[in-house]
């Protein structure tokens, strides 16, 4: 009789076991993240997005399943990314970077989409202002290019001999042209000139630093492109192989070797587009949440890599960094 009532039981259980994990299945909220850039060297932001969400009570994993879109250095696939997103119908869609961003826009005009980008998203048409977005989008402006000014201040100050600079940008990105003219500014006002130069791959970002040897500039400045923030490591091995003395946006080339980093916290942009995207799952709506600026601004210095190129940091610059390697 027990046996019987046993394998009663275990048939029972078969039944109802694909019911119970169909219902778990339906209630995981789901996000949809979309990236022009390769998986490898976005982890931090990624980690920013889940605290975010986390902080909302969705964990991924748990009643959270992420989709990610990453291009893997093939941007012509971006608005296919996004189209198939859209075609899932994902509750939110978290979109990385302007032209993911734009890509999201194109894809829908009813899916919420939460952006992080890093200049004024009214000139860029994604919201009618910055109070009152009013459409599906909303997110963080995390005000990275407009540092331009600031970052060739500070390489002033750390080599005042050197006359000449160079701004390695992407050639296409939308942030480029503000990033070079605010650092082109500064650098007249300083009597120091500036050198812009253009890379869009790998291989070109090679061709800049043997420029740059040739050209004998004196610093480099490293704008804000995820083309960039993917290869951090390979071009902080670069600025230590031709012994260049280099400014980034972001502190994870400073703790990856670079010399100095002055930018946003992106992290923590990121966790408040996590935060976002968690509320909207709860039912606001992008129109009613205004977009966010960031909070915090760091200035990272690497004393190991300022000693390495045989440089003494001032007392002044010293006196300002949030973090000092050693």
Same mark, same amino acid.
């Given at each position: ?6 394998i *009663? ?15 778990? @299945? #339906? ?10 850039? *390769?998986?490898?060297?976005s /982890? ?12 909302? /009570?969705?964990?991924?994993? @748990? ?15 971006? $608005?296919t ?13 978290? $979109? ?7 890509a999201?826009?194109?894809?829908? $005009? ?14 860029? /048409?994604?919201?009618? $202002?910055?109070?009152?977005? +009013? ?17 060739? +201040? ?24 503000p ?20 890379? #869009? ?5 090679? #061709? ?5 040897s ?5 610093g ?12 951090? *490591? ?25 010399l ?11 966790? @408040?587009? /996590?935060?976002?995207? +968690?509320?909207?799952?709860? +039912? ?7 977009v966010? @600026?960031?909070? *915090?601004?760091?200035l ?17 610059v ?9």
């Amino acid at each position: 009789m027990r046996r019987r009532n046993f394998i *009663k039981g275990i048939a029972i259980s078969a039944l109802v076991w694909p019911l119970v994990a169909r219902a778990q @299945q #339906s209630a995981m909220a789901v996000v949809g993240f979309l990236r022009d850039a *390769k998986a490898a060297g976005s /982890g931090f932001l990624v980690d920013g997005l889940r605290k975010g969400l986390a902080e909302t /009570g969705f964990v991924e994993g @748990q009643n959270l399943t992420i989709e990610y879109a990453w291009t893997e250095g093939q941007s012509a696939r971006l $608005s296919t990314l996004a189209t198939e997103l859209v075609r899932r119908r994902v509750p939110v869609i978290v $979109s990385s970077a302007i032209n993911a961003t734009l890509a999201a826009k194109v894809a829908t $005009s009813t899916i919420p989409i939460v952006f992080a980008v890093n200049t004024d998203p009214v000139a860029l /048409g994604l919201v009618a $202002s910055v109070n009152h977005p +009013g459409g599906n989008l909303t997110g963080v402006n995390y005000l990275s290019s407009e540092l331009g000014a600031k970052r060739v +201040g500070l390489m002033h100050e750390i080599l005042p001999k050197v006359t000449d600079f160079g701004v390695l940008v992407h050639p296409t990105y939308p942030t480029s042209a503000p990033y070079i003219r605010d650092a082109e500014m500064a650098a007249r006002s300083l009597g120091l000139r500036i050198e812009v130069l253009n890379a #869009s791959n790998e291989i070109e970002i090679d #061709s800049a630093f043997a420029v740059l040897s040739t050209r004998k500039l004196g610093g480099l400045l490293v704008a804000n492109n995820t083309l960039f923030t993917t290869s951090r *490591k390979h071009i902080v091995e670069l600025t230590a192989r031709y012994a260049m003395p280099t400014m980034f946006v972001e502190r994870e080339f400073a703790e990856d070797g670079g010399l100095i980093s002055y930018g946003p916290d992106l992290p923590d942009s990121y966790r @408040q587009a /996590g935060v976002y995207a +968690g509320r909207i799952l709860k +039912g606001e709506k992008p129109a009613d949440l205004p977009v966010l @600026q960031p909070v *915090k601004f760091e200035l990272v210095i690497n004393m190991k890599t300022a000693k390495a190129l045989g440089l003494v940091m001032p007392s002044g610059v010293l006196s300002i960094a949030d973090e000092v390697i050693e």
